[in-house]
Nanobody, 123 residues
Framework: QVQLVESGGGLVQAGESLRLSCAASGSIFAIGDMAWYRQAAGKQRELVASVNNVGSTRYAQSVKSRFAISRDNAKNTVYLQMNSLKPEDTAVYYC?????????????????WGQGTQVTVSS
């Protein structure tokens, strides 16, 4: 079992910043890609940003130049620095990861999600 615990959300005004954290624990031998997703009310969950195990990053077009994803491998933690927040960034933010649970096993995406962290941006 793998647990993902997100934190750092809150209520901010447009233009302000937040830093989200997500800590992974449980039956993890190695972590590959780490990613942040978000789900706004009435919408599907969407990929926001990802970082692989050598630090290469990808971003959704809507957050490029405003958000920055990073990871601390020693802490099994991924971060999302969100700057210049907009009302349309309002959503519940979730993380997910790809792991290997033991030596010699294949990579797979964790199929459980954390509780998420609510980000609300007022105009």
């Amino acid at each position: 079992q793998v647990q993902l615990v997100e934190s750092g959300g809150g209520l901010v005004q447009a233009g302000e910043s937040l830093r989200l954290s997500c800590a992974a624990s449980g039956s993890i031998f190695a972590i590959g890609d780490m990613a942040w997703y978000r789900q706004a009310a009435g919408k599907q969950r969407e990929l926001v940003a990802s970082v692989n195990n050598v630090g290469s990053t990808r971003y959704a077009q809507s957050v490029k130049s405003r958000f920055a994803i990073s990871r601390d491998n020693a802490k099994n933690t991924v971060y999302l620095q969100m700057n210049s927040l907009k009302p349309e960034d309002t959503a519940v933010y979730y993380c997910n990861i790809k792991i290997r649970s033991a030596p010699g096993t294949s990579w797979y995406q964790v199929d459980s999600w954390g509780q998420g962290t609510q980000v609300t941006v007022s105009s």
